[in-house]
């Protein structure tokens, strides 16, 4: 598999931080400022120009707060850091509803500092569209994100493959 190098509008749940954003490869990050008591999970959804079949994705929990969000807040603010635990990998079917083509579960943070996770054997067709849900979170973190000088933050990296040959317009033909 190699990286998707096509462009792709990112958006997600309440309290996606990057809603809107134009990513120009497979590789991006997802991250929430996220709350328990939130109505839904959070989940991204990457919408490609065309249908891409994804074969592959290599997938790390943030543990540290990104510097260009670090610099949004105050001295006087805090971020708490949750990592994700369970999660799914979703297409849009031709019906119109998103389906599970693979789930998955990162390490304990212990485990895999800064490694990527790599998660593949799973078939699936062409979609413009497909989500990452995060199901659930490791340990029993505060969450009290009421507060104004405090947030909860959760990030992934992402990083999408598809198959080499799908890029070969020869192949196509036969």
């Not at 008591?37 to 994705?57: E, I, M």
């Not at 971020?79 to 994700?84: A, D, E, G, Q």
């Not at 635990?85 to 998103?98: H, R, T």
């Not at 969450?143 to 947030?151: E, H, I, V």
């Given at each position: 598999p190699v990286p998707i190098i096509a462009e792709a509008t990112?958006?997600?749940?309440?309290?996606?931080?990057?809603?809107?954003?134009?990513?120009?490869?497979?590789?991006?990050?997802?991250?929430?400022?996220?709350?328990?008591?939130?109505?839904?999970?959070?989940?991204?959804?990457?919408?490609?120009?065309?249908?891409?079949?994804?074969?592959?994705?290599?997938?790390?929990?943030?543990?540290?707060?990104?510097?260009?969000?670090?610099?949004?807040?105050?001295?006087?603010?805090?971020?708490?850091?949750?990592?994700?635990?369970?999660?799914?990998?979703?297409?849009?079917?031709?019906?119109?509803?998103?389906?599970?083509?693979?789930?998955?579960?990162?390490?304990?943070?212990?485990d895999r500092i800064d490694v990527w996770a790599v998660e593949s054997g799973f078939r699936?067709?062409?979609?413009?569209?497909?989500?990452?849900?995060?199901?659930?979170?490791?340990?029993?973190?505060?969450?009290?994100?009421?507060?104004?000088?405090?947030?909860?933050?959760?990030?992934?990296?992402?990083?999408?493959?598809?198959?080499?040959?799908?890029?070969?317009?020869?192949?196509?033909?036969?």
């Amino acid at each position: 598999p190699v990286p998707i190098i096509a462009e792709a509008t990112l958006s997600g749940s309440v309290g996606f931080r990057s809603a809107g954003a134009i990513v120009q490869s497979g590789l991006f990050r997802m991250d929430w400022r996220w709350s328990r008591s939130s109505p839904s999970v959070p989940w991204c959804k990457v919408d490609f120009a065309l249908g891409r079949k994804v074969t592959q994705l290599k997938v790390r929990a943030l543990t540290e707060i990104p510097r260009d969000i670090a610099e949004e807040t105050s001295d006087h603010f805090s971020w708490n850091i949750v990592l994700p635990k369970d999660c799914d990998i979703q297409c849009l079917s031709a019906s119109g509803e998103f389906t599970t083509v693979h789930s998955f579960t990162l390490s304990a943070p212990e485990d895999r500092i800064d490694v990527w996770a790599v998660e593949s054997g799973f078939r699936t067709n062409k979609s413009k569209s497909w989500r990452i849900v995060v199901k659930t979170v490791h340990g029993d973190h505060d969450t009290n994100d009421d507060r104004q000088s405090s947030g909860v933050y959760l990030g992934i990296e992402v990083e999408l493959h598809e198959a080499s040959i799908a890029s070969d317009p020869l192949q196509r033909l036969h």
